[in-house]
C-alpha cells in the first residue's frame, strides 16, 4: 500500500453576507490594477458568482477574494457567498502567500484553449482585453500582429452581413483569414461580440 497522506480539511463553514461585513487580511500583498477589475467587474456583470471568498474563521480576515468583495461594495454593497476556514495566524499567512501564485503556475495548452476561447462570448470590454492578452502570452495568436483594438459591441452589433466583412483580418499575402478563435463569429442571433479588421467600414460600406 502507498504511503497516503490523509489531508485535513480546513473548512469549517460558508454563508453569504453584504460586503461590508467582510475585513481586508492587512497582510494581502495582491494589488488590483484597473484591468483586473474591468475584467472582473464584466465576469460578475456577464456571469455572476461561480466562486466564494475565503474566511478565516479564527481572525475574521478574508484570505481570498478581495477584489471581488471590493467589486460587491461598489455595486451596493451586495450580497457575497463565503467559504469560512479554521487556520492559525501562521497557517493564513502561508495561505495568504501561496493560493493565488500556485494556481497562476499552471501553464497553457494552445491548442485546447484556441478551441475554448471559440465558445466564449463577451459584451465586456474588459473581458475582451483579457482573453486578448491570455492568448498572446499563451501564443494563440501573436503578441505582434499589429491589430488595432477590437471594436465595441455597440459599433459591431447588428450589421448583418457587413459585420461579416468585419470579422476577418488579411493576411500579409493580402488573403482573408480568420483571427484565430477570439474574433466575434456571428451567432444564431446575429450578436456580433467583438471584430477586428484593418479598416473600419462605415454602415455604408
Do not use: C
Request: proline share 6%; no cysteine; net charge negative.
Amino acid at each position: 500500500m502507498p504511503d497516503v497522506t490523509a489531508w485535513r480539511n480546513r473548512i469549517v463553514g460558508e454563508g453569504e453576507q453584504v460586503a461590508s461585513q467582510f475585513i481586508a487580511n492587512p497582510a494581502n500583498w495582491r494589488t488590483h490594477p484597473q484591468a483586473q477589475r474591468d475584467a472582473m467587474r464584466g465576469a460578475l456583470n456577464e456571469v455572476g458568482w461561480v466562486q466564494r471568498v475565503i474566511v478565516n474563521r479564527r481572525t475574521g480576515y478574508l484570505v481570498d477574494g478581495h477584489e471581488r468583495v471590493w467589486q460587491a461594495l461598489q455595486n451596493g454593497d451586495a450580497l457575497v457567498p463565503y467559504v469560512e476556514v479554521d487556520l492559525d495566524p501562521a497557517e493564513e499567512a502561508y495561505v495568504l502567500a501561496t493560493l493565488d501564485p500556485i494556481g497562476a503556475m499552471a501553464a497553457a495548452d494552445a491548442a485546447k484553449l484556441d478551441d475554448l476561447l471559440r465558445e466564449v462570448q463577451s459584451g465586456e470590454a474588459g473581458v475582451q482585453q483579457m482573453l486578448t492578452d491570455i492568448a498572446e502570452r499563451a501564443g494563440v495568436i501573436p503578441a505582434d500582429s499589429g491589430l488595432p483594438d477590437p471594436l465595441p459591441p455597440s459599433e459591431v452589433e447588428g450589421w448583418g452581413e457587413q459585420a461579416r466583412r468585419i470579422i476577418v483580418v488579411f493576411a500579409d499575402e493580402g488573403e482573408e483569414a480568420e483571427f484565430f478563435g477570439l474574433v466575434g463569429v456571428e451567432r444564431p442571433a446575429g450578436r456580433v461580440v467583438m471584430a477586428w479588421s484593418d479598416l473600419r467600414p462605415s454602415r455604408d460600406g
